[in-house]
């Protein structure tokens, strides 16, 4: 019976290998050298020139929010569209439903300015 489980607990050690084993051999093999350079805080390449818990421009959400506006229409469109035949007038209206809300938030976006680039 436990030999069942054999490679299940062998994928698991595997994978446990492969992610913890690079972590633990940089760590023993890797060249320790701090100095105040390294250890400086660095922004994209510049140092930074500005308070990390600085506001951010409600754009910068508004664009996440249309990605997963966009993201989950694709994700449920595709398996509804298969399927459509046999889910019948239930299915169609309950996406109807759901495509609804997903214009809703895309009408917000709109209004917000989301779509505008500067």
Known sequence: MLENYFPVLLFIFIGFAVGVGPIVMGAMMGPHRPDSEKLSPWECGFEAFEDARM???????????????????????????????????????????????????FVYEWKKGALEWD
């Open 55 to 105: 506001k951010f421009d409600v754009r910068y959400y508004l664009v996440a929010i249309l990605f997963i506006l966009f993201d989950l229409e694709i994700a449920f469109l595709f398996p509804w569209a298969i399927v459509l035949n046999e889910i019948g007038l239930f299915g169609f209206l309950s996406m109807m439903i759901f495509l609804g809300i997903l214009v809703v938030g």
